[in-house]
């Protein structure tokens, strides 16, 4: 019966040994992801994720810098041209142009045009009451199309000539 029980613990000692070996020779489950993973083009996950990086500040003094939208806008000769309602950039996200809701009284009547940003002047605009100057007559400014959303834009230009904007599709 000795003889039973130390050839019992004598197999359950191999068995033991085998088994720890062959789990030191199998791949990690890690392992037997990284062919299936490069099979479907996905890279690796990172080994160790680092902190992402402290986002950069920019301190703006409050004299050099405001919001536009609701401003008045004025011609160079001091005619009243509206309010700027919406600024319109491109797909790179540049400033291209602004709406301008020009005419009427009090609201009505009025319709939006769209001015080149470079048709518009920022001279002095520390104040809320501060005004933008357009570099347009009222004249040119009657002769623009309306702004509506969802169509092309025609912008009006310093130069007081009409032209769209020009997007890649």
């Not at 613990?9 to 392992?31: C, G, H, K």
């Not at 045009?113 to 009657?142: C, M, P, Y």
Request: hydrophobic share 45%.
């Amino acid at each position: 019966m000795r003889a039973k029980l130390l050839t019992a613990l004598l197999a359950f000692v191999v068995a033991s040994i085998a088994t720890a070996q062959a789990e030191n020779e199998r791949p990690s489950p890690q392992a037997d992801r990284k062919p299936a993973q490069a099979e479907q083009g996905a890279a690796p996950p990172a080994a160790a994720k680092e902190p992402a990086p402290p986002p950069s500040v920019t301190v703006i003094g409050a004299r050099d810098a405001h919001g536009v939208l609701g401003r008045e806008v004025r011609s160079q000769t001091d005619e009243d041209m509206g309010r700027i309602v919406d600024v319109i950039v491109d797909r790179a996200g540049a400033v291209r142009a602004a709406a301008i809701d020009f005419g009427g009284f009090l609201g009505v009547g009025s319709r939006k045009i769209v001015v080149d940003w470079n048709a518009l002047h920022f001279g002095r605009i520390a104040n809320k009451s501060d005004s933008i100057t357009l570099e347009l007559s009222k004249e040119q400014v009657n002769a623009a199309p309306e702004y509506k959303e969802d169509a092309p834009l025609i912008v009006l230009g310093a130069s007081g000539s009409l032209k769209p904007l020009e997007f890649e599709h």
